[in-house]
């Protein structure tokens, strides 16, 4: 198995996913400094109570966070998977004397390792730069504890299984359609489904929870029907 992931990294053109994780990340912390300055713009509007203090605002830069890398796992799924198993290129890829199941589960294992490493590492370092600005000049309510730095880390972890768990099941449907628009679109619905629950539940860690462990079952139920679905596949 660590041979086939191997060789899905000599495949892919990982230094494009690496630039577009830089450059997501880049965007993110540029959209939590906007999230923490929104309240000074209008502190009147109690609209902007939700970018108020570090308990409101880690949830909803995580959610946007997961937004932005659950696109970039169903784009590497859609190049990794769905291209590969398209047309003439799946007579190649059936013609490897390695069971098909490991070579899917190798693809699948090769981009949710990616997406979720690239996550959390960029969330580290924009919290680690975003923090020390704290500490310089002030933009958002109350003081960085230890508490909410456990709470960011759990929301984090949490998110980056969500947007690979996104990425698996937009996968799954733009592979019956063999579309990369359909794929894109079906996580974008699905992100926008956990905004809402986590915008509607801003104080609690819970509804995140509940959500990524209903989209892990979910994951694991489409990968078993995608992985039968190759297996039956006819050259």
Known sequence: MFNLIKLELKKAKIRTYIIAAIIIG???LGTLYLFAYAPKIEPSDPDMKLFVGYEKLIPLFSTICMFAF???ASAMFSKIIIEEYSGKRS???FSYPISRRKVFFAKITFVSFFVATAMILSSIAIFI???????IYHLVEGNITFEIIKNAAKTTFFMSISAVCVGIISMAIGFIKKSITTTIISSVLICSLLSNIVAGFISSNSPIILFTIILVLASTIVITITTNK??????
Do not use: D, Q, R
């Open 26 to 28: 880049i965007c993110m």
């Open 70 to 72: 659950s696109l970039l």
């Open 91 to 93: 007579i190649l890829l």
């Open 129 to 135: 730069i975003f923090g020390i600005s704290e500490s």
């Open 230 to 235: 190759i297996n039956s596949m006819e050259v």
